[in-house]
């Protein structure tokens, strides 16, 4: 595979024929993988091959899908936010606890959306202004946020809200008997909305710009503070949404939800096809990645005789295989880099 | 280099007074958090710094402190040398569950279970698991060039599954005199300690005292210089990185030890991050390059006394982590290189006739050249 990679972006340059770009490969090859992994859960189990076990992928990740949008944007700039699963558990609690407190659900939402966008703030000021690594500034609220969870409460707290509730437990049918919960629009209409960020606005063009090279985008004056900002505004507030959807998911509040998820935003990203250099991915790929990680949670459930803890093993193996053809691809950055920016 | 354990001599020009000689050193800091730490500890309980003696054991606050934090030392310490290389090793937390979970299953299943042969040949198996997953992890940083971060993610990910299917879900206890040494026996000091300081004394002889040290860190500062000068950057990468596994797997048998069970899901649940922070509290610098044993251990210990003092001062023990997220912050703030600077400006204008401004880092970390710039040819 890496002997060929060359190949199209010369013959595109020289023939202009519609080809593939190099930059799209890698999503390209995680929805082969994805169309694979389904087909053989389709082969093995009964039942899998169905419509409702494909849009439970949806259902069951949606939370897991806007993460993964919010952490590309950071990853795209070359940055890293260890911070999103403890956003999602302090926004479950802080849903969980005001609506205890009788607060109404559209002022909760409101209230999670500011407090996921403030922690990013954070990030996004301690990472730009001070200087300091994005990994370790995002490694401290990490701990402060999950922190605060326990200030709140130690305990799960429940959601009883009937507004949330509704919201939470309402579903769409689909013609064929297959349904959806409102989650999944949420989670679909993010990735619709990042997308169009990523390459229909200044600031999505910049983002990449950044990743590509900072110093480059700096001398031609782009904005990269605020880009470098923005970006873990967006992830703080992409985390934020995911808690909400996690609530609806759970219902309840809880400072020991999304531990490690994180590291799956992070592998549904790195699987989606996005460089950790920066600079190179595509949202629709962190979806498709996400899709991967669900198909095999789905597989391991259906063979029933496999211990949980081997979707650890596979999720690990599986981000290896990409890092190292990630690797070989990035090798080449400069054919990448020109086809990708 | 004058003083061994002191690192970044740029900081210290020949002249400097001894006022501004301390004011530059990176140990500063964390010895002042500490000092701090300990004279509120003092105030909040006067009996905080007693230690007595009894049965021929020492027993006391401190040196609770120092068992406790003795595993985050540990792989704080491997952990130092891993970023001096400009790396990060995120597994430690799993090859800790990893060391637990194959010394308690080896021992468990041995036909002896209280037999100090079973508990030594557990360990040893274990250890020797863990030189593995080091090399693992070297392989994947100094062979195939993935980033640090994401090559020891892997390991971080599937880890924990691999302890998972060892222990088979279960935790497992056991109940083995030779192996609980490890983790709570003593020889006038606790066992742990007396190990982790074995293991600080040996490091910090072999990197400074010969020139290993000095190695680590030309190949932090630029690796494919220090290839051309004719070091051998790849094996000195996967070194640390074997070096790092090591002292982890010695830490998971310490934890496991002191509870005499293996849990696969908590055994080092989160202990990489109290590791790095350790690290990086004691001064050395992320972006590789320059580190400081001595200042590792001052983390390790203000870590491990921060959580202590939760506990004496009577903070609610659920206010811990924003208690340290807090602390973590202001400290990565205050050494941040635009404070830095700020401080270096009010030290000018009371001293104008200073030669340079030296308590700005000298090489700050956001002017480095990021990673994917390197790669490019041009």
Redesign the interface.
């Known amino acids: 595979m890496t002997a060929t990679l060359p190949a199209p972006t010369l013959a595109a340059a020289g023939a202009r024929r519609p080809r593939v770009p190099t930059s799209l490969l890698p999503v390209v090859a995680t929805f082969v993988l994805f169309v694979v992994l389904f087909a053989v859960g389709s082969a093995r189990y009964e039942n899998f091959g169905s419509a409702q076990v494909f849009v439970n992928l949806f259902v069951d990740n949606a939370f897991l899908i806007v993460l993964a949008v919010g952490m590309t944007f950071v990853i795209l700039t ?1 940055g ?1 936010d260890l911070s999103v699963g403890a956003v999602v558990a302090l926004s479950t609690m802080v849903a969980a606890k005001t609506l205890q407190a009788g607060l109404p659900a559209a002022l909760v939402f409101v209230l999670v959306l500011v407090i996921g966008a403030t922690l990013g703030l954070m990030n996004g000021l ?1 990472i730009h ?5 994005p ?3 995002t ?6 946020a ?3 969870c ?2 709140i409460s ?1 305990q799960s707290v429940s959601i009883e809200d009937p507004t949330f509730r509704a919201i939470a437990t309402g579903s769409i049918t689909l013609p064929g008997d297959v349904y959806l919960t409102y989650s999944v629009l949420v989670a679909l209409l993010v990735v619709v909305v990042a997308a169009l960020v990523l390459h229909k606005t200044r600031f999505g063009r910049t983002v990449y710009a950044v990743g ?4 480059s985008a700096l001398l031609m004056g782009l904005a990269v503070g605020r880009v470098k900002v923005g970006v873990y505004v967006i992830s703080g507030l992409c985390s934020a949404v995911a808690g909400l959807l996690f609530s609806f998911y759970m219902l309840s509040g809880y400072g020991l939800h999304a531990v490690g998820m994180e ?1 799956d935003a ?2 549904a990203v ?1 699987i989606g096809g996005t460089l ?4 190179v991915g595509y949202v629709a790929g962190s979806l498709l990645g996400v899709l991967v990680l669900g198909v095999i949670q789905t597989l391991i459930s259906f063979q029933g005789t496999l ?1 949980s ?5 596979f ?3 599986l ?2 295989v990409f ?2 053809v990630q ?1 070989a691809i ?1 090798g080449r ?2 054919a990448s ?1 020109s086809t990708g920016a | 280099m004058t003083s061994p354990d002191l690192p970044a001599p740029v900081e210290r020009p020949a002249g400097a007074s001894l006022g501004a000689r301390v004011r530059g050193s990176r140990l500063v800091w964390p010895a002042l958090a500490l000092l701090l730490l300990l004279v509120g500890n003092t105030i909040a309980s006067p009996s905080f710094l007693g230690v007595r003696l009894q049965d021929g054991h020492l027993y006391g606050s401190l040196v609770d402190i120092l068992k406790n934090g003795a595993p985050i030392a540990l792989i704080a310490l491997g952990m130092t040398l891993v970023i001096a290389t400009r790396g ?1 090793d995120l597994s430690v937390g799993a090859v800790v569950a990893i060391a637990a979970a194959v010394t308690c299953t080896w021992i468990a299943g041995s036909p002896d279970p209280t037999s100090a042969s079973a508990a030594l040949t557990g360990m040893a198996v274990a250890i020797a698991l863990c030189l593995v997953l080091g090399l693992w992890n070297g392989l ?1 940083v100094s062979v ?4 640090p ?3 020891t ?10 302890a ?2 060892i222990t088979d ?1 279960q935790i497992i206890t056991v109940n083995n005199e030779s192996f609980s040494f490890v983790g709570s026996g003593f020889l006038l000091f606790p066992v742990a300690i007396l190990l982790a300081l074995v293991v600080f004394v040996v490091v910090a002889l072999l990197s400074r005292r010969t020139a290993l040290g000095l190695l680590v860190e030309s190949v932090g500062i630029n690796p494919e210089a220090s290839r051309l000068a004719g070091l051998r950057s790849r094996t000195i990468i996967w070194t640390v990185y074997v070096f790092s596994a090591f002292c982890a797997g010695l830490a998971g048998l310490m934890i496991s030890a002191n509870v005499n069970a293996a849990d696969a899901n908590n055994a080092g649940l989160f202990i990489e ?1 109290d590791a ?2 350790a690290v ?1 509290i004691g001064g050395t610098s ?2 590789g390059g320059r580190y400081s044993l001595v200042g590792t251990l001052l983390g390790a210990l203000t870590i491990q006394t921060l959580t202590t003092t939760v506990y004496t001062v009577g903070i609610a023990p ?9 602390v ?2 202001a400290v ?2 205050l050494q ?4 830095r600077a700020a401080f270096a400006r009010l030290g000018r204008r009371g001293g104008p006739t200073r030669p340079v401004p030296r308590t700005a880092p000298a090489r ?3 002017a480095r050249p ?4 390197r ?3 041009s």
């Open positions: 070359g890293i301690i202004h001070f200087g300091v690594q990994f370790i500034a490694l401290a609220t990490m701990f402060l999950r922190g605060l326990f200030v130690v590509g090279s900072e110093s590291l992070i592998a790195v950790l250099a920066g600079g211990s803890w081997w979707t650890k093993i999720i690990g193996t981000l290896l890092i190292v690797r990035s950055r400069p880099r | 990060i994947l195939l060039g993935i980033q971060i994401i090559a993610l892997v390991l971080m990910t599937a880890g924990r599954g691999i998972m299917l879900g991050m790095i922070l990086v992320l972006a659920e206010v811990t982590l924003v208690f340290k997220a807090v973590v912050i990565f703030l941040s290189a635009r404070v700050p970390v956001a990021r990673p994917a710039e790669v490019s040819p």
